[in-house]
């Protein structure tokens, strides 16, 4: 079975429908962007905690004014 369907063509179809899928599904997109950052910064996060010096559960709650 031979197709008829130049490169060039198949191309523009395969575009056509990506942007069509991007625009009718942004708001996932943008979901699935945001996890993807949030999961880098701990991920980021977590590197940098390994080679500082602990601290204590009070000295952390006093930074973030939690403790009365």
């Given amino acids: ?3 008829d369907l130049d490169p060039q063509r198949l ?3 395969v575009k056509d ?3 069509e ?3 009718e599904e ?3 997109l943008g979901d699935v ?3 993807s950052i949030e999961d880098l910064a701990l991920a980021e996060a977590i590197r940098k ?3 500082t010096d602990l601290v204590d ?3 952390v709650l006093d930074v973030l004014g939690e403790k009365g």
């Fill in 1 to 3: 079975m031979q197709s």
């Fill in 11 to 13: 191309k523009q179809i």
């Fill in 17 to 19: 429908a990506l942007l």
């Fill in 21 to 23: 899928v991007l625009d």
């Fill in 26 to 28: 942004r708001d996932m």
């Fill in 33 to 35: 962007l945001v996890a």
């Fill in 49 to 51: 905690g390994r080679t």
């Fill in 57 to 59: 559960r009070d000295a």
